[in-house]
Every structure is written in C-alpha cells, then in structure tokens.
C-alpha cells in the first residue's frame, strides 16, 4: 500500500548535475524520516543522505558540500541535488522512507553514472 517511484536518474559528465526525486504514495498517514543510498558495483550500500521530518540532515563524508537533500513534506518527496559530481559518485541510488508506524520502504533504484 505504500508506493516509492524514483526518478532523475542518468548519465552526466564529471562536474554536472542531477536531481533525483522519490515521491511515496498510498497508506501514509506520516513519515518520520527519509533518506537516499547508494550502491557501486561490487561495494556495499551506504547512506549518502537522510532528513528528518523535522528538517535535520545527515550526510556522506564523500558527499559534503556538494549534494543536498530536501524535501517537501505535503507531496511526501524527497530530493537530491547532486552537484560537481564525481565519477565515483556511479552507483544505483535507492530512496527510502520511513513511514509512521508502517516501517521502512525502498524505491526501485535509479542509475546515476559520471562518466566523460
């Protein structure tokens, strides 16, 4: 009943930009909080970034600076705009988002790969 749809995802040059979308549908009646990872080729899947219903972020060490998490809270979206990218920043990206007493929810991953 709960629905991730990601969206954003590419191909872009070293240094360009991307913004990626996650957009939660269905039986929602709260989100505590919501969060974008990341998984390269042969790594583990790791947080790049997390916001807090409240507003409070968190991110990568590798990602400081040049990616920013929002979101807006009445669409149940998530954001993530990812500036001067690198081409180790490559790696499916997954949304999740923890909601209200239902738990946790993943997207189906998007593509982003920095290549020139």
């Known amino acids: 009943q709960v629905q991730l749809v990601e969206s954003g995802g590419g191909l872009v040059q070293p240094g360009g930009s991307l913004r990626l979308s996650c957009a939660a549908s269905?039986?929602?009646?709260?989100?505590?909080?919501m969060g974008w990872y990341r998984q390269a080729a042969g790594k583990q899947r790791e947080l790049v970034a997390g916001?807090?219903?409240?507003?409070?972020?968190n991110y990568a060490d590798s990602v400081k600076g040049r990616f920013t998490i929002s979101r807006d809270n009445a669409k149940n979206t998530v954001y993530l705009q990812m500036n001067k990218l690198k081409p180790e920043d490559t790696a499916v990206y997954y949304c999740?988002?923890?909601?209200?007493?239902?738990?946790?929810?993943w997207g189906q991953g998007t593509q982003v790969t920095v290549s020139s």
């Open positions: 999740n988002v923890e909601v209200t007493l239902r738990g946790g929810y």
């Open positions: 916001i807090t219903y409240g507003g409070r972020t």
């Open positions: 269905g039986s929602i009646f709260g989100i505590n909080a």
